[in-house]
């Protein structure tokens, strides 16, 4: 197997595993089992379960940013206006499209929910480092799309739209238990979702603006 593949390979075996048992349920012993390979070739690769976690990350973000800045970019530089509508398509975009394997999809997501209101220093390095640069971005274009919305404004309106967009991810079975029959996508729900409550942040803080000027 070539270096590059084993490095795949190995990737892959720590998404499931750490996906599975989380950072501290794991170890390279396990991830190596998984791996089919020595656990002195992930040492040799990552140094430690620690540069493991991260290299998962970074392999994942890099594919999942640049797209997202590219279609940004795309959207920004074309003929047409865009719509908050737009911005918020490119930002609930399935996925399943960057894993070539199935199934890991539900494994990284889960580390991204165990690093995402973590406290520690290890996740929060790991969400400013891999997923702060595409949170600036899409906050900016939410300014741009928006302009009676502040900054503060926009800030939380991104958080809160990745707690939702992390819902639509989901794939725990928990809407079907619920009674939901997912007979439509649950990102077509969710733009229309996110856009209304957004558009209520900005008309909440314009009429916030006008009493205070009335004062």
Known sequence: MAAAETVESILDAAEQV????????????MISEQAGV????????????????????ARRSALITEYRKARLAQL??????????NVLE????????????????????QMVAEVTLATDDRSKQIVTQ?????AVEFIAALTKVLPGISKEHAVFAYLYAVGARQQAHAQNGR?????????????????????????AIVQASDVDNTMV???
């Open 38 to 57: 020595t656990q002195s070739l992930l040492h040799y690769h990552f140094a430690n379960k620690e540069g493991l976690y991260t290299a998962v990350f």
């Open 175 to 199: 809407a079907a238990r619920l009674g939901g029959t997912r007979r439509e996508s649950p990102y077509a729900l969710l733009v229309p979702f996110l856009a209304a409550g957004i558009r």
């Open 130 to 134: 891999f997923h702060d640069p595409s």
């Open 76 to 85: 920004f530089n074309g003929d047409k206006p865009p719509t908050l509508e």
């Open 18 to 29: 750490f996906g599975t048992h989380g950072f501290d349920g794991s170890s390279m012993r």
């Open 213 to 215: 000027g009335r004062a």
């Open 90 to 109: 490119i930002f609930v975009t399935p996925l399943l499209q960057f894993f070539r394997k199935k199934g890991n999809s539900a494994f990284y997501l």
